[in-house]
């Protein structure tokens, strides 16, 4: 489905991504785990456009997307939901939502899409005309992840969607992610909070430095040693 092969990215002179190679297979939920600082986000603002890798190859069912916009990336079926749950202040949350679904025309699609993402988040059916910025911090990182679901991606990019939530939301959003899955979707998944991530993973990659030093089966990385030491707190 997804095919990073080689990519490097550099910031000026410093080289944040060396030479990354992995895939995600379709109906996988893949994790990328790391420290703060390691490269995750940048990996997934190169999938989705938002940065141009110096070289290397991403391919998205098997067409190269690397000098593609990030327009025609979301036409094309991938959707990112940024760190930091970045909703539009003085918007409603109705209007976050529609917002995610401008590039699609199909009116009578789009409304079943909205009425799915009001069964899976709720709450933001309750504050349809609320101010998106008057949301907490989980409720607004439902609405990003409801807002990406509404471009109907085919693959969606999750950048620390445990970022700064209590325990309680964060397993709502990871038991959200599950059933978003479940229902077909693609899903790379960035986080630090790597257990959590892991335990909803098909399979894994660790990344330090801007390189992936391990990989596995979810499973195979709860059960090694040196991840549980380094990541998982154990
Ligand atoms: P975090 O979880 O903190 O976002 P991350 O694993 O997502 O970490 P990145 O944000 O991808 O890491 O950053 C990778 C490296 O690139 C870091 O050393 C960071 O300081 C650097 N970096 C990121 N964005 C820029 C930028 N716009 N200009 C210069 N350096 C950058």
């Known amino acids: ?35 703060n600082g390691a490269g995750k986000t940048t990996i997934l603002n190169s999938i989705s456009g938002l940065i141009q890798p110096t070289s290397g190859e991403i391919r998205y069912k098997n067409k190269p997307i690397i000098k593609t916009s990030t327009r025609d990336i979301v036409a094309a079926g991938i959707s990112q939901v940024p760190e930091g749950r970045r909703v539009f202040n003085g918007m409603s949350v109705k209007e976050n939502l529609e917002m995610g679904a401008f590039l699609r025309k199909d009116r009578a699609e789009i409304q079943k899409d909205l009425e799915r993402v009001y069964e899976s988040f709720p709450i933001l059916k309750e504050r349809l005309n609320q101010d998106a910025q008057t949301l907490s911090g989980g409720e607004q990182q439902m609405l ?31 038991n959200i992610i599950e059933e978003i899955s479940e229902r077909g979707t693609t899903i790379l998944l960035v986080e630090q909070n790597a257990t959590i991530a892991l335990e909803i993973s098909d399979r ?24 549980q030491k380094a990541y998982l707190g154990g």
Not at 7 to 35: D, P, Q
Not at 206 to 226: C, F, N, P, R
């Open 144 to 174: 990003a992840m409801g807002r990406a679901l509404l471009s109907n991606p085919e693959v969606l990019l999750l950048d620390e969607p445990s970022m700064g939530l209590a325990p309680l939301f964060i397993k709502e959003i990871f």
């Open 1 to 35: 489905m997804l095919k990073i092969e080689d990519v490097v990215v550099h910031y000026g002179v410093i080289e944040a991504i060396k030479r990354v190679t992995f895939e995600v297979n379709k109906g996988e939920i893949v994790s990328l785990i790391g420290a």
């Open 204 to 227: 894994g990659y660790v990344i330090e430095t801007g390189k992936i030093v391990a990989s596995g089966s979810a499973q195979e990385l709860l059960d090694s040693d040196e991840i």
